[in-house]
Each structure stands twice: as C-alpha cells, then as structure tokens.
DNA sequence: GATCTGCCTTGATGCAGATCAATAGAAGAA
DNA sequence: TTCTTCTATTGATCTGCATCAAGGCAGATC
C-alpha cells in the first residue's frame, strides 16, 4: 500500500495540503508528498482567537483544513478593514517572509495545517510545482482581492451586504450540493455584524440596518440573529449591483 | 560574446522582462533567455488607448516596459473603479486564463513587452523559476491590493489623496535619486483627476478639492495642474493615517 | 484673433452612512 | 432567580462626500 493512497484516503480532498488537492490532486508524486508530511503539523485554534499578530515572527506557512480565519488590518486610531477571508483549504503565509503582515484570527474554531517556513521554502526550490500551485492560489486571491476593491469603493451599503451573502450562500451551497440551485438556500452565518463591517468597510449599525431592510423585503429570511435563509437566490443577485453573467473567465 | 551578456547590454535593468529583472537578474540562465527572446514581441500605446478591454480574448501576457497602465473594473451602471496600476517591470495577463478580467487602459504612452500565452506557458512549465518569479510578483501585487482595500474601505478622502500622493512620490524619488530624502521632492501626476478618482473610490470634484485644500494647508505645491511638489516628505505622510513606522516586512 | 474641447476648480445643496444613544434578547455566572 | 456580558436592533442626529451646476484655463483648430 503506497503512502500516498494512505494519505489520500485520510485526508479527503486533500483540504491540508496548499499544494495538491481538488482537481490538482493527480499530480501528486509519492516521494514529495512524503516530505511534505515530515514538516507539517496541525494547530488548533479557539473561535475568537488570534492565531498571529501583524508584524509578529511567523516561522511556518499554512493552509486551513477546518474553520474560517479572517486577515485584518488596522490603522493606529482602530479603524479595522478585513482584507481577506480564508476558507478550508486557503493559504497563510509567504515564503521568503518572517513577519506576518495582517492579524490572523479565527472566526469560528480553525485547524490549520502548517509547514515550518525554511523547509518549506526548501522544498519548494526544489519541487517547481508547489510554486505553480502556489501561484494558481495567489492570482485567485488577487482576483478576490480586486473584487473587493470594486465592492469597497463603489458599492452602496445594501450592494455590499447582498454581495457578502450572494458569497456565502453560493460557497454553502457547492458545498452541501452541487446541483441544488432552485431551492432555497440556508446557512450560518460564519461572521458577526462587527466582522462583516469590517469585511464591508461599514459599521456594524449599518449593516444591521440593511440586513433588516433586506429581511423587510424578502430577499432573505432570518431566523434568529446567525440562521439565514434566501428563498431565492436570483432576487439576492439583483441586489448585488454584478454583472448578471459575470465571471466566466477562460 | 553571450546572447545573456547582449541582452543585459541593451535592456537595461531587464525592463521588459516579467521574470528575472532587478536584483534577479543574477538568476538568468543563458538558454532559457533565448527562448523567452524568441516568443517576445512589443507593443506601443498611446496615452489614453485602450489595451484590451474586460472580457475580451488575450492570447498573450506581458509586461510594462516604459509608461503607466491602469486595471479598472466597471459596473453596469457605469461606476468604476480602478484595481490596479501597472508600473515599469509590472505584469498583466494570468498564465492559463485566455480573456481579461479587467479593462487595461495606458494612462500615458505605453510600451509592453508581450509574451503569446500558449508558448509561455510551456516555458512556464518547463522553467521552474520563472513561477517562483512570477510568485513573488504576484505575492506583491497582492500586498499592494490589500493596503489598498484598507484605503477604500476606512480612510477619509484627504487620508486617500496624501496616500496616492505618498507612494507616486517615494516611487519618484526612489527611482530619480536613492538618497535623497531630505530635500523636497517634485513629479508629474501621471493621472487624471477623474483618474484619481476612480482610483481612490472618490468623485473627481472631492479630488480636486482635497487637493486644493492640501495645497491650502501647505502640505503640497501646484505648479500647474499636474506637476506636484512635496515640500516636506514626512507632513504628507502625516495626513496618510498609515503608521508612521510601517512596512518593515522580512 | 475666435471658438472649441478637455480638464480642472469652486459653490450650493442633498443624502447615505456615521455617530451617539437607548434598548432588548440570549447565554452564562453567581 | 438576578446580574452580567455579548451581540444585535432601532432611533435621532450629524457630517463627509456625492451630486448638480457654473465657470475658468490652456492647448488645439480654424
């Protein structure tokens, strides 16, 4: 029995590894993913913890394999902007970096899948793939990134909110089932009203408000203050102020 | 004579190159450098053409060899926002994407230096370095959005202007003389005022009167409309919000 | 010269979202 | 039970920037 099956086998979808999984996982050779085993191991975090401070030695990159870890950033007089969301699977972390460069904190419990920083950086000079999936992640959160940009500096506070949740509920529902687009869609929300101001650039007042303005519209239903349901996802859509077709990219 | 030593020769500082440039250059293996000259091409623009529009089929990528592009985004309803700024040695394009994601636009006459995509990305493939140097890049493309998200979703409008204006000005200065922090330091703005704007997450009157109101306040000079002087380097970045410290990154 | 056009400035006014403030529910602790 | 704490909602008011509008200036064209 090869190693990597074993490790294929406990790991589904290979969520630890920042290099190899999903659709990447046929290029896994056996003799790499043994390295990357002997540098990595996992850490836990609580929900509300903060797993690194801006500015903080960092010695290992990570990917995470359960939970949700936002990046923030905030400015001397505590003005906070979250400049990125990180999801099971998503990257921490730069080679040929020390310090970190964001807060890293964990929204709801998070395990992370780490790799001390020096071998890792060891062995991605010597195994070119890690770097070209490494590059695949970044340009992916650089798109994210811009997105965002448009959102923070040309949306209207009820865009912003129906954005954040037209993402929310689409990640939730690729998640739980691939072809289920008809019916409603009910989630969790993973991010207090504070933390989706600090996501949208507004103050969680407003985003109270236009969660509100968008339940008295029936774009969605709460139930109680985390639980929300859209009844249909298209009407969520038209709220965003997208593109009605966007994002084929080829 | 070596083809490496030519090429060095002629492209000084290896403008036009996406890969090695800079202090990366030392990296340079003769043969690979043939063959990136042999899929090279270049490409003028004017000041104000369109380079490819959102959406549009791009069988190449590339990088800015002389002159200014910018990345916009634009809504439906016509409101945009800029994602980007391409400066000399920046790159454009996504290895294995074949249409833009984003309107590229010269802001002032333009060279590129284009690289048809399908042959790169065999080279990418076959080339290990040339990911890992695209990687960095795009690690700092990254950073680059992140401060940006910060700036769009939390400072003021006057905080926005001294922010555009503090890095058009280190850039300026780090490139004309390294060693001259003390003096005043004096650049044309590349950009337009709706520019800026579009930049910033702004209207261009709020630029223009936030510009009027540093130069008020003896923070700038305007000789003209465009041509700019900062006085005293460290009152600008004042009025940045940024930490007066920042950006020591390893 | 006159006129046009692109870019910029400045003023008057309006409004979206921030700020300040009060209240309420839910979960936990004493 | 009651108190505390954390989170969320809602109201009243304020303000920074957008919007609408009217020139101004410099370079191009005739």
Same mark, same amino acid.
Request: with cysteine.
């Given at each position: ?11 589904? +979808? ?9 659709? @990447?996982?046929? %290029? &896994? ?10 540098? *990595? /191991? /996992? ?13 903080? *030695? ?18 001397? +007089? ?23 460069? /964001?807060? @890293?904190?964990?929204?709801? !419990?998070? @395990?992370? &899948? &780490? ?37 923070? =500096?040309?949306?209207?506070? %009820? ?19 691939? %072809? ?7 989630? +969790? ?9 600090? /996501?949208? =650039? ?6 109270? %408000? ?12 709460? !139930?109680? *203050?985390?639980? @929300? ?11 965003? =102020?997208?593109?009605?077709?966007? =994002?084929?990219?080829?």
């Amino acid at each position: 029995m090869s190693v990597h099956r074993d490790i294929r086998a406990s790991n589904q +979808d290979c969520g630890d590894c920042p290099i190899r999984h999903r659709a @990447v996982c046929a %290029r &896994c050779e056996e003799d790499e993913l043994i390295q990357l085993e002997q540098i *990595k /191991y /996992y850490r836990s975090y609580q929900a509300g913890q903060t797993v690194i401070w801006s500015g903080d *030695k960092m010695d290992f990159v990570a990917s995470v394999v359960t939970g949700i870890a936002t990046l923030t950033q905030t400015m001397e +007089d505590g003005r906070r902007q979250m400049v990125g969301l990180l999801l099971p699977s998503d990257f921490v972390g730069r080679p040929g970096r020390s310090a970190a460069a /964001y807060d @890293v904190t964990a929204t709801t !419990d998070l @395990v992370m &899948c &780490c790799f001390r920083r020096k071998p890792f950086e060891e062995l991605m000079a010597s195994t070119p793939h890690i770097a070209q999936r490494l590059l695949e992640m970044t340009l992916d959160e650089l798109d994210a990134a811009r997105e965002w940009m448009l959102l923070l =500096g040309r949306k209207t506070a %009820r865009e912003k909110i129906a954005s954040l949740l037209a993402i929310i509920a689409r990640r939730d529902a690729s998640l739980k089932e691939p %072809r289920a687009n008809a019916g409603a869609i009910t989630f +969790d929300l993973p991010l207090t009203r504070e933390e989706m101001a600090d /996501y949208l =650039g507004l103050t969680l007042e407003t985003v109270s %408000r236009q969660m509100s303005a968008l339940k008295r519209d029936g774009i969605i239903t709460l !139930d109680g *203050k985390r639980q @929300v349901t859209i009844p249909v996802l298209d009407a969520l859509m038209e709220e965003t =102020g997208d593109d009605s077709d966007g =994002g084929f990219l080829v």
